[in-house]
């Protein structure tokens, strides 16, 4: 309802689409979606399995490259990014310096844009070397970057990356270590971790992932074009929705109040939080993965009391008119705050465990993005609604 065709004073016709609900930006051979029937697959593979059998880093290998590896290439691409872990000292002071009850999504965002500064070869985007190169570095350092912009928000020390530990138990480590002894988490929560990775790592042309492109678009480097995605993904209408599920399970506060709760959402009081969603007229395929990987982890935390509240909410809703004919189903928010929450990660780090594996998304966009020669810099049409031709007024006759 939001697209008109519009005549404009330079040109015959101009559609007017300000969500962007009908309008693509861009050739992509990453990442499929069918809204309708609930399909989600990174090049070509459904996410189902790949949440199954795959690593958060087989995947980003899988998006950038389009193929997956094979066991040797594999091996490399972990030792690549894993040996890659460290950042520069400056960069722990620059993280240092904010207040101490900075947003860890803020602080997170500054670090990467600032990457720029400390590889200007990420500038030379017709140099397919610098281009890779610098991709690995984004993908290998922002785990501890998001680490440490969590750990100068408890007052605690940074942890070092540990050459032991692959890519999900190292940035766990690096949250969670607090004696000499390396944190080692449990399989099930590594695993879940893994997985919550996965499923987090590319959805197309979402909000943020068109933020890093129309950035990109100008001629910018990997780091500056990130830095714009993880802005995009700090609004709530975008990354915060799981920490809004957990607030509202909370004000519901007991399995018997669902009913009437569902009667204040069909009222128009309030949104049924982590139902609905722009493309998903169906069950989230990421929700059903979510779901499973729930009972997983609470069977190392304990459950989570929400977790009954969130049963029942979905349960009533799937099979409720309003929720029905509206096509709303469980999306990815619904169940992913739970874990976090048995985790005992605070609620404003749940957008930054957003952005830690959503960078392998942004960087394989951003490759396409900017190897395209079809790609011209984004630079939509406006439909002005102002004054025309008005003669200054001087001051003293204002
Ligand atoms: N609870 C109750 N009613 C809803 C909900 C909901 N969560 N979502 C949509 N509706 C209703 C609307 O009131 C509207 O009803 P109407 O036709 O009677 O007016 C109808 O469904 C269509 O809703 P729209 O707002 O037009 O749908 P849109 O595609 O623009 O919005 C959105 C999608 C923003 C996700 C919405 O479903 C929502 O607000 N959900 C709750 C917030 C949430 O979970 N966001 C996370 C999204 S996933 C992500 O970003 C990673």
Redesign the pocket.
């Known amino acids: 309802t939001d697209l008109r065709a519009i005549p404009t004073h330079d040109g015959p016709l101009t559609s007017f689409d300000p ?1 962007f609900v009908n309008t693509a930006a861009c050739h992509s051979s990453i990442t499929y979606i069918d809204g309708d029937a609930g399909i989600l697959e990174y090049r070509g593979y459904p996410i189902e399995q790949l949440a199954q059998h795959s690593t958060h880093l087989e995947v980003a290998y899988l998006l950038l490259k389009g193929e997956l590896p094979t066991a040797d290439q594999l091996a490399e691409w972990d030792k690549l990014v894993n040996t890659h872990r460290f950042v520069h000292e400056n960069v722990a002071s620059f993280i240092r310096a904010y207040r101490h009850d900075a947003h860890p999504m803020a602080k997170l965002m500054a670090a990467v844009a600032s990457m720029q500064t400390f590889y200007p070869s990420s500038r030379r985007l017709d140099d397919p070397g610098a281009r890779d190169m610098n991709i690995v570095r984004l993908i290998a350092k922002i785990p501890t970057m998001a680490a440490w912009s969590y750990r100068h928000s408890i007052g605690r020390h940074f942890v070092y990356p540990n050459d032991e530990l692959g890519y999900v138990d190292n940035f766990l480590a690096m949250l969670f270590q607090s004696q000499q002894r390396v944190y080692r988490p449990d399989p099930r929560v590594s695993r879940a971790m893994e997985t919550l990775f996965i499923l987090h790592a590319d ?1 197309e042309q ?1 909000c943020s992932t068109n933020a890093v492109r129309s950035v990109a678009s100008a001629g910018n480097d990997v780091y500056t074009s990130s830095g714009a995605g993880i802005g995009a993904l700090f609004g709530p ?3 915060g ?1 799981n920490e ?2 957990l607030k509202m399970l909370r004000e519901i506060g007991s399995k018997d109040k669902v009913g009437d709760f569902i009667d204040g ?1 069909k009222n ?1 009081r309030t ?8 493309v998903y007229k169906n069950y ?1 395929p990421r929700a059903k993965v979510i779901k499973k990987s729930t009972e997983e982890v609470f069977e190392v935390t304990g459950v989570n009391p929400l977790l009954e509240i969130a049963l029942e909410l979905e349960k009533i809703a799937l099979e409720d008119e ?2 029905v004919k ?1 096509r ?1 189903y469980p ?4 169940y992913s705050g739970l874990i976090y929450e048995a985790l005992r990660f605070p609620p404003e780090m749940f957008t930054v465990l957003f952005a830690v594996p959503r960078t392998a998304g942004w960087c394989a966009q951003w490759l396409e993005g900017v190897t395209d020669p079809e790609q011209k810099i984004m630079r939509p049409k406006q439909i002005y609604t102002g004054h025309r031709e008005r003669s200054f007024v001087p001051m003293d006759e204002r």
């Open positions: 969500g959805h979402n209408l975008h990354g929705a809004a599920v959402v128009g949104r049924l939080m982590g139902f609905g969603h722009r989230d309003y929720f509206r709303l999306n990815v928010d619904f």
